[in-house]
Each structure stands twice: as C-alpha cells, then as structure tokens.
C-alpha cells in the first residue's frame, strides 16, 4: 500500500438521496482497510435509521451542530466532535444548522462507499424509488429502518 493524499478539491463528487457527498478516500486504494466520505449537508438533512452489518462508522463533524440518535441515545454534535457508530447498532443523523453542515466519515473495513457510487449514479427519480434503493442497500448489509406502516 502506498500513502494517499487526496486534496481539498480532490475525490469522487456524488449525490446521494439529495446529499452532495464526496468520497475523499476509496477502498480500493486502502486495501479494503477504510474508506472516508465528506457529506454536504442541507437544513434538517441526513439519513434515515440505519444499521450497517460489516462495518462500523466513526464521524467527525467539520461545520455546524448535528443530532445524532445511536444506540437510542440522542445527543447534539458540534464542530469538532467525534461519534462513533459500531457496526449492528441502529444509527442516524439530522443536520441542524440554517447554512450547509460538513461532516467526515472514517468507514471501516471499506468497501461501503460503493453503496454511495451506486445510488449516485441513479437519476433523482430512480432515487425516489424505495423498493429499488432498499434492494441496493441489501447487497451492501445495510438495514433502513423505515417508520412504522411505510
């Protein structure tokens, strides 16, 4: 493995559910060791509950003040803060502030970023279809915890 230095600018740009997200490092060049994506988020943005089976998520908040509910718990996340979300633990995100937040997520082992490539690469509307994004996160151990009835 060689050292990796992705610049500012640098990285692979996608959208995920209305999310500008940019993967700053891919597994491929880790050797599957982590991957780190940058997500852009808008007012009240951020995933729905969710809980990956193979890897764990470690966040890191670079502007604004997040809420982030795991393992049940709630708790409000400022610049500077470091979450970490074990793998098999339901998890999710909402983005507080008036202008765009930025978070870092460390992603270990790698290989979950190509869930991202893979919704990215939907239109908008093929992303609006929820049977077929479900079926996308399957493949990539991932749970979406939908509301009740939906």
Known sequence: MQPILTSPDGG?????????MVIRLHGRNTGGVLSVVE?????GGGPPP????????????????????????????????????????PHTYRY????PGRLMCVITPAGFEGFFEDIGALSPQQ?????????????????ILLPPGA
């Open 96 to 99: 507080l502030g008036q202008t």
């Open 39 to 43: 997500s852009h988020d808008v007012p």
């Open 12 to 20: 692979k740009p996608v959208n995920v559910l209305g999310i500008p």
């Open 50 to 89: 969710h809980i990956h089976r193979r890897e764990d998520e470690t966040f890191q908040i670079l502007e604004g003040d997040y809420e982030f509910t795991v393992a049940g718990k709630t708790f409000i996340a400022g610049k500077g803060a470091t979450i970490f979300a074990p793998r098999g633990i």
């Open 127 to 143: 992303q609006q279809d929820i049977p077929r994004v479900l079926e996308i996160a399957k493949t990539y151990g991932l749970e």
